[in-house]
């Protein structure tokens, strides 16, 4: 595959939104973000049945391409909280033994599903920073007895784990949440090991968010107002010492109707890809 090279619009960090708002630069408050994505992801995991900007669970997981019988072989409860905005586990082509770690692991849905894959042999762990989803996740591992698998507190941006720790870092609709995706996709880098791989979904968009985008709370809690222009997220890729193979696009649907215009506006995307540590 042809990947663009482009220069990183380091402008996104801290984002700089001038020109509408009269002002020079203006830094996303991170706090208030975080707090917004804990807020909805804490809801996400103990009322799935909520109503949100973005959809959830099996029929998500089903039409992103999850096959049923991997579905079947994991915890029902982890996917009824299911936030994901792609399939790419057969991008990851994970094997027997592998040791795997999944970014914004959420209730579980592909920690569990990779733990599939990998056997007894292997390991997952999963990384999050909302405690009521790293509840839930550890509350069905125990009960369905996923001895392989560990749920671990935790921020993308400076991972608790040893450098060339994983064969495999995995995630699923969490970096475009991230006010420092340069911090995320070098924590990634760090923890693999070379000629590891980094296989996820996300959001990107086609042309640059406004700023009244980027500065909304809800859009950005909701995968749309972090979300990265994808030339200046390939570049971050790549700074970060990973090799980007392979790209393609999902049947991903923002419900909300400031999340679609934005959507049809921007070309707001979710795309699965795989990187190859160098
Ligand atoms: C859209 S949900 C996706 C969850 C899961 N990957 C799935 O597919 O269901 C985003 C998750 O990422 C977590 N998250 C967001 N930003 C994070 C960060 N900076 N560090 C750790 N976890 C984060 C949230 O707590 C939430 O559980």
């Known amino acids: ?97 592998e040791r795997v770690l999944d970014l914004g692991s ?21 990384v999050d920073m909302t405690h009521e989803q790293l509840r839930k996740a550890e509350d069905l591992r125990q009960q369905s007895g996923f001895g392989h698998v560990r749920f671990v507190e ?19 609709g969490v970096i475009n949440l991230s006010p420092d995706k340069e911090a995320v996709f070098r924590e990634a880098s760090r923890v693999l090991r070379p000629g590891g791989r980094l296989a996820f979904a996300d959001i990107v968009t086609q042309r640059q968010l406004s700023s009244k985008i980027v500065c909304s709370a809800d859009l950005w809690a909701a995968c749309v107002g972090g979300a990265e222009q994808v030339d200046a997220y390939n570049a971050l890729i790549a700074d970060s010492g990973l090799d980007l193979v392979q790209k393609r696009k999902n049947q991903y649907e923002f419900l909300s109707g400031s999340a679609r215009s934005a959507t049809e506006k921007y070309g707001v995307m979710s795309l699965s890809l795989l990187a190859r540590k160098v």
């Open 1 to 97: 595959m042809e990947v663009t090279e482009t220069v990183r619009d380091s402008s996104r960090n801290p984002v700089k939104v001038g020109e509408d708002l009269g002002i020079t630069e203006f830094a996303v408050d991170r706090t208030a973000l975080e707090a917004k994505v804990k807020d909805i992801y804490r809801q996400v995991a103990s009322h799935p049945e909520g109503n949100y900007h973005f959809e959830l669970g099996r029929p998500l997981a089903e039409r992103l391409g999850y096959p049923q019988t991997l579905l079947d072989a994991i915890p029902a409860g982890a996917i009824e909280s299911f936030a994901g905005v792609g399939y790419f586990l057969d991008l990851a082509v994970l094997r027997q033994g």
């Open 106 to 126: 959420g209730s579980g849905t592909d920690a569990f599903a990779a733990a599939v894959a990998v056997g007894s042999t292997g390991s997952v762990v999963g």
């Open 154 to 172: 935790g921020r993308i941006e400076k991972l608790p784990f040893d450098g060339a720790s994983f064969d495999c870092v995995i995630s699923n």
